[in-house]
């Protein structure tokens, strides 16, 4: 935009400078042309009324003196063409000879051409001596334009010198207009991606622009600061909910846990039913406070940037080493690929513990019965053999609450992914979902280095 904007400016600067400089070049050239003209007739009236008057001393001595000091030719003729005068013309020069027919027919002269800076060449002015129909000679002058073409030089140099400093005031005028407008503007955009990125409470100055930007980026910071209230208030609901209901909950698994004993036959299968819910509600409050985490850390993160690093194939070995005894229960291969320890990753270990055990957990539980785990390429993947995801469902895989009923796994709180993808996006990298070429899904782990 803002290239467009001083384009536009400038053009139409351009342009209206040189709607002003043009005419007064074309003015200045033909007011020196002018002059030339009038100056060079009343010279040619005046040794024509020396030769009318029969004066031919006066004439002579005028004419002559008048070449010396112009270094302009003259030439005088009577009627039948012979020289009463020439200094330095001749009656048979192929240019002179039609100027003087032309004045002995007491025809016009032709207009002087406009003199331009450039212009190089001597110009043929004649006049006729006497009036009406009794012409008896001719006046024939070549006139230099040399003076008037560096006139007109000078008055050009300082008409475009004028125009060139307009110019660069135009230009001047315009780089701080372009600045004052846009600036503004590209302080809510900026604004605009803290907000999208999850910057809490990001504020523009909105000091500068017109009245109609600073309204606006008034408007904006209220905006700020309603929309990261809001997230505040929903992740400390989150939290407290969660916090809240963790005593109540412990409460009632000892309540029955200890109903156990006492539990008839008939009464078992609706026991353990009770059970797996009150698990599962375990479950549940678990994802919620560590999706609050995620939360808290990803706001924390735009603000102030993580420097910490660690060496993603150390994490990857203790996390399967770690999963080994759950795999072997669950009746699946856990198998580790090829790991390259030579790269780390912007992500502490323990963050990336956290994404590992959310992938894991997911592939041993869903992906059928080998799970292989590598870590080349600057990236961590995980592929299984399971009924994966279909092509509809793996955007919808990250999404909050979201479980896949189609391939009969709707356990679990919906909330692993989406953590893991929070905390990956947080520090600039991205969890990737592809299903996998003989079938199963594979999960890319990708962190900047």
Known sequence: MRARLLVVLLVFSVTAVAAFAWPLLAVTARERTQQLSIGRTADLARFAGLAQQDDTEQLVSEVTRYTALYGEPVIVVDAQRQPIVAAGLNVDDREVAPMIDAALRNQPA??????????????????????????????????????????????????????????????????????????????????????????????????????????????????????????????????????????????????VDSLAPRVVVEGRPSYESAVREVERLESLLDSLLAMAHAEHTATRLTVSADTEVCVAAVVVLERIDAWSVAASEAGVSLVQGDVDTSFEVRCPEHDLSQILDVVLDNAIKYGGTRVIVSCVAKAITVVDNGPGLTAEELPLATTRFWRSRDNGHARGSGLGLPIADRLITARGGQLLLQAGETGGLVVTIELPS
């Not at 002058?141 to 660069?168: N, P």
């Not at 600045?179 to 590209?186: E, G, M, N």
């Not at 939290?239 to 309540?255: E, F, G, K, T, Y």
């Open 110 to 255: 032709p207009p002087i051409d406009t003199v331009m800076p450039w212009s190089t060449s001597d110009v043929l002015l004649a006049t006729p001596i006497g009036t009406g129909s009794r012409v008896i000679g001719a006046v024939v002058m070549r006139a230099s334009v040399r003076a008037a073409a560096a006139d007109v030089f000078r008055g050009w140099a300082v008409i475009l010198a004028g125009a060139f400093a307009a110019l660069v005031g135009c230009v001047l005028l315009t780089l701080v207009v372009a600045r004052w407008v846009l600036r503004p503007l590209a302080e809510l955009s900026r604004g605009l991606g803290a907000v999208a990125a999850g910057q809490p409470h990001a504020h523009v100055r909105g000091r500068d622009g017109p009245r109609e930007l600073r309204e606006l980026a008034s408007s904006f910071n209220r905006m700020s600061d309603a929309v990261s209230e809001a997230a505040e208030q929903q992740r400390r609901l989150i939290s407290d909910a969660s916090h809240q209901l963790r005593n109540p909950l412990a409460a009632l698994r000892l309540r």
